[in-house]
C-alpha cells in the first residue's frame, strides 16, 4: 500500500476510551485537510478570539494551562515563551519543530498529514502571543507528502488572510513558511535545527549561553516548539487557561498523543487524558496485549533513548505530592511525571513493547546503531563512544561476546552522559547504561554462548 493510500484510509478505529481533543477530527470519514473542512468544523475560530485578546493574555492563559512541550524534554511551553529575551529589540522568531526524529515516534506526522489547518492556527495564534516577526515550520526532509500537504495548507491560509501581512486586518503581520530538514536526527534538537535553518550544518549549540529565548535563529530571540505542543494551543484559547489545566493532573494538564508499537496485537496512535491511565493499560487494553504465548520482556518507555524497563521489576519512591508508590511496569501513569519517577521519561511519547521473542543484546545493538550514526561528531565522548558501543553490541550480537564486554560497555556509557554539547550524548549512553544494568545477565551470558551457532544467525548490523 502506497503512504498515500495508507493515509487516506478512512474509518480508523478510535477506541472509546481515547480523549481525543487534538486528534479530535483526524480520522473521521468525512473530515480532510483543507481549509474548508477545517472552516466548516470551526477552524480558525480560535484565532480570530486570539487576535482581539492583547498578547500578554494569551501568555497568561499558556502559563495558566500549564501545559508541557510534546517534544521530548516536557518544558512548561507558557514558562518558556515568559524567558523571551523582548528587551534587545531584535526580531522574535517561532519555529515548530516537526523533524518527529526519535525513533518509534509517529504522532506530528498524523496532524500534519490530516489537520494541517490545526496547527497553522495554532502557530498563528502562538507567533501573535509571542509577537514573532517571522514562523517557520522546520519538517524532516524524509517526510515530503507532510511538506506538500502544509505547504498547500499555508497558501490557502494566505489566501483569507490568515496569515501574512496586516493579518485580518489587525496590522500584525507574519509570515509562515516550511523549511525542509536535513535528514538527520540531530536537526530535532532545536539549536542543531536553527543551525540547519540558517543554512549550515546542524551542530547544536552549547547552553548556555545559546538559549533559543535568548540568542536562537540569527541570535535572535527564538521559540522552538513542538508539533502537538503548538496546537494545544489553539485549544487552550477555546477553553482557558484554568480549564484546560482541569485535563489531565496537576503538573501533567492536557492530553498526550502516545505512539505504540513493537510486540502488541493493534500499534497505533493513541490520545489519551495524561495521569488517567497506565502504561499497563496502554500496552493491554489500547494496544490489545501481546501475541499469543509470548510475555513481556521490557518497555522502552518514551522513544529508543529512553532508559529501558525490565518486566517485572518494581519502581519505588515518593511524588512530588509526597504520596508514596511501588509500581510495576502496568502501574505508572501514563503521564510525565510518572516515568520519571520510574527512573526514566516519557520523552517523545513513543511507547516499543519488547516480548520474549528477541534477543536484547541485538536490541541494543540495534539502538547503538541508529546513535552511532547520528552523532554530529562535535563531542568526543559521544562521536567516539556511540561509535565503540555500537562496535562491542554488534560483536557481542553477531557470536564474538567477551567476559569484559558488559563492564566495559557500562563504562563507556558513564562516561558520555553528562559531558557533551547536547543531549544526544544522553541519548546515545541512556540505552546501553540501562540495557546493561537491567539485562546484566543476559548481557553476560552472551560470552557463554556457543560462538558458532551465534555466528550463524541473521544479526548482521556493521
Ligand atoms: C537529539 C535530540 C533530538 C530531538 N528531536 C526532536 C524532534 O524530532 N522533535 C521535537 O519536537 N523535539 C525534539 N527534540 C527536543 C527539542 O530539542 C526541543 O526541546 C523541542 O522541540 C521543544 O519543543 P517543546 O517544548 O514543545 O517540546 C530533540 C532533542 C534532542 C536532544
Ligand atoms: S552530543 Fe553528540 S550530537 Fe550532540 S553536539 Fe556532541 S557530538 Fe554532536
Not at 63 to 68: F, I
Not at 78 to 84: I, T
Not at 259 to 270: A, N
Amino acid at each position: 500500500m502506497s503512504l498515500e493510500t495508507h493515509i487516506a484510509r478512512k474509518n480508523l478505529a478510535i477506541h472509546p476510551k481515547e480523549r481525543r481533543i487534538i486528534l479530535k477530527h483526524a480520522d473521521r470519514p468525512d473530515y480532510d485537510a483543507s481549509i474548508d473542512c477545517y472552516l466548516r468544523n470551526g477552524g480558525y475560530d480560535q484565532q480570530k478570539k486570539a487576535f482581539s485578546m492583547k498578547p500578554e493574555e494569551i501568555c497568561q492563559e499558556v502559563l495558566d494551562a500549564g501545559v508541557r512541550g510534546r517534544g521530548g524534554a516536557g518544558f512548561p511551553a507558557g514558562m518558556k515563551w515568559k524567558f523571551l529575551d523582548r528587551k534587545s529589540g531584535k526580531p522574535i522568531y517561532l519555529i515548530c519543530n516537526a523533524d518527529e526524529s526519535e525513533p518509534g515516534t509517529f504522532k506530528d506526522r498524523q496532524i500534519i498529514h490530516k489537520d494541517p489547518h490545526q496547527l497553522i492556527e495554532g502557530m498563528m495564534i502562538s507567533a501573535f502571543a509571542i509577537q514573532a516577526a517571522q514562523a517557520f515550520i522546520y519538517i524532516r526532509e524524509e517526510m515530503p507528502y507532510g511538506a506538500k500537504i502544509l505547504e498547500e495548507a499555508i497558501e490557502e491560509a494566505r489566501a483569507k488572510n490568515l496569515l501574512g501581512d496586516n493579518i485580518l486586518g489587525s496590522g500584525y503581520s507574519c509570515d509562515l513558511v516550511v523549511h525542509r530538514g536535513a535528514a538527520a536526527y540531530i536537526c530535532g534538537e532545536e539549536t542543531g535545527l536553527i543551525e540547519s535553518l540558517e543554512g549550515k550544518r546542524a551542530y547544536p549549540r552549547i547552553k548556555p549561553p545559546y538559549f533559543p529565548a535568548a540568542l536562537g535563529l540569527y541570535m535572535c530571540p527564538t521559540i522552538v516548539n513542538n508539533v502537538e505542543t503548538l496546537c494545544n494551543v489553539k485549544h487552550i484559547i477555546e477553553m482557558g487557561g484554568h480549564a484546560y489545566a482541569e485535563i489531565g493532573k496537576p503538573g501533567n494538564t492536557g492530553t498526550r498523543i502516545w505512539s505504540l508499537s513493537g510486540h502488541v496485537r493493534k500499534p497505533g496512535y493513541y490520545e489519551l487524558e495524561n495521569g488517567v491511565h497506565t502504561y499497563g493499560d496502554l500496552i493491554n487494553e489500547f494496544g490489545g496485549g501481546l501475541r499469543d504465548g509470548r510475555q513481556l520482556q521490557a518497555v522502552i518507555p518514551g522513544g529508543s533513548s529512553a532508559k529501558v524497563w525490565r518486566a517485572g521489576e518494581r519502581f519505588k519512591g515518593k511524588l512530588r505530592s509526597g504520596e508514596e508508590f511501588d509500581w510495576a511496569i502496568e502501574d505508572v501513569p501514563l503521564d510525565f511525571d510518572g516515568p520519571m519517577a520510574a527512573g526514566s521519561m516519557s520523552g517523545s511519547g513513543a511507547v516499543v513493547v519488547i516480548d520474549d521473542s528477541v534477543d536484547i543484546v541485538e536490541v541494543l545493538a540495534n539502538i547503538n546503531a541508529f546513535y552511532a550514526h547520528e552523532s554530529c561528531g562535535q563531542c568526543t565522548p559521544c562521536r567516539e563512544g556511540s561509535l565503540w558501543m555500537k562496535k562491542i553490541t554488534t560483536r557481542m550480537a553477531n557470536g564474538g561476546a567477551r567476559e569484559e564486554d558488559t563492564a566495559l560497555l557500562a563504562s563507556i556509557g558513564d562516561q558520555i552522559a553528562g559531558r557533551t554539547i547536547c543531549a544526544h550524548g544522553e541519548a546515545c549512553a541512556w540505552p546501553t547504561q540501562s540495557f546493561v544494568a537491567k539485562f546484566q545477565d543476559k548481557f553476560l551470558d552472551k560470552a557463554k554462548q556457543d560462538p558458532e551457532q551465534l555466528s550463524k544467525r541473521d544479526f548482521r548490523m556493521v
